[in-house]
Structures are given as C-alpha cells and as structure tokens.
C-alpha cells in the first residue's frame, strides 16, 4: 500500500495526461505507484526517519513518486516517435521510454546537501 502517493492525488497531478478512467486502470496506477515507492525507498532508505526527523517534505517525495508514475502513465507503450500522413512528432527520449525510473535529479534532490567529509 502507498504511503505518500494516492490513486486520485496521481489523477490530480496529471495535468495534460490523459489517463483513461476505471477500476482496471486504477488498480495499475496503484501498482505502478507502489513499485515507485518501493524503489524509492531501496534508493534513499533513510526517506522515512528524514520526514520524522523534519527533514525532508513528504510533499517533496510525493512529488517525486508522482513524477516517475506519471513518465509511465504518459507513456505506458514507450513510443519514442510518431508520424501520421505528413504529421511527425519526436518525444522527449526520458518521458517516451516508459520506464519506471527514478532519474539522477530527482535521486540528488531527495538525497540531500553532500556533507564534506
């Protein structure tokens, strides 16, 4: 079960993803939110005691989970390109390949200030 993510907050930060409706549908997302969750946390396993500590923002790390949900949601067939007739459209490579993958931005942003050592 999600922690930081639900089903219907995905939905709302889907702005332009047109992701179809019903129980078939959602039932994937949650899924696919899960497994971003749970690789999430075999990542950056101090995620947790960070947002008990205060700090990190669990509004921060659902971002992050709804991002890489929603670069699958927006995709889920990683098509990279795509011509009709005389129309052609190339996709951002990173969104269109369809993966469910945490990207180095968003693992340096929720891995914290490097210390010096």
């Given at each position: ?25 959602d039932a994937?997302?949650?899924?696919l939110i ?84």
């Amino acid at each position: 079960m999600s922690v930081y993510v639900t089903v219907t907050g995905l939905r709302e930060a889907a702005f332009g993803i047109d992701i179809p409706q019903g129980d078939v549908v959602d039932a994937a997302l949650q899924r696919l939110i899960d497994k971003a969750e749970t690789r999430l946390l075999a990542a950056i396993p101090s995620i947790p005691a960070r947002i008990a500590a205060g700090t990190l923002s669990v509004d921060l790390v659902a971002g992050v989970v709804e991002d890489m949900v929603l670069r699958v949601a927006s995709n889920p067939r990683g098509v990279r390109s795509l011509s009709i007739d005389d129309y052609t459209e190339t996709l951002d490579r990173a969104v269109s390949s369809g993966a469910l993958y945490l990207s180095p931005e968003e693992l340096a942003l929720l891995a914290g200030p490097m210390r010096a050592g």
